[in-house]
């Protein structure tokens, strides 16, 4: 059965970091394309960012660039997402999904729909 869970969230002051982990097992996790999402009280489900298969090719919403960074380490089954300069409207509930994909595709995707499995999700709390 395949597992996809999230951690790493907590309550962090503005302005600090934090770092998300997202483990997937019984699954190939060098075939999938993956994806972080996050959802704030009230409101719907954003697209936060992307990676390929290989981790070459990385995609962020605009308004966590420069801010957020998403990398995967295949060897550990596991996908991150590096947060830096918290802010208070970064606070939601974080959620990775996963999706199989062709060996020859290089891209990633930012629809919830469009991934096979998705976590529980991991929330962050950021305090002004």
């Known amino acids: 059965q395949v597992q996809v869970v999230e951690s790493g969230g907590g309550l962090v002051q503005a302005g600090g970091s934090l770092r998300l982990s997202c483990t997937a097992s019984?699954?190939?996790?060098?075939?999938?394309?993956m994806g972080w999402f996050r959802q704030a009280a009230g409101k719907e489900r954003e697209w936060v960012a992307c990676?390929?298969?290989?981790?070459?090719?990385?995609r962020y919403t605009d308004s966590v660039k420069g801010r957020f960074l998403i990398s995967r380490d295949n060897a550990k089954n596991t996908m991150y997402l590096q947060i830096l300069y918290l802010k208070p409207e970064d606070t939601a509930t974080y959620y990775c999904?996963?999706?199989?994909?062709?060996?020859?595709?290089?891209?990633?995707?930012?629809?919830?729909?469009?991934?096979?499995?998705r976590g529980q999700g991991t929330q962050v709390t950021v305090s002004s």
């Open positions: 999904a996963t999706k199989r994909v062709a060996t020859w595709y290089n891209g990633c995707l930012d629809s919830w729909l469009s991934y096979d499995y």
């Open positions: 019984a699954l190939t996790f060098d075939d999938q394309a």
């Open positions: 990676i390929s298969r290989g981790g070459v090719n990385t």
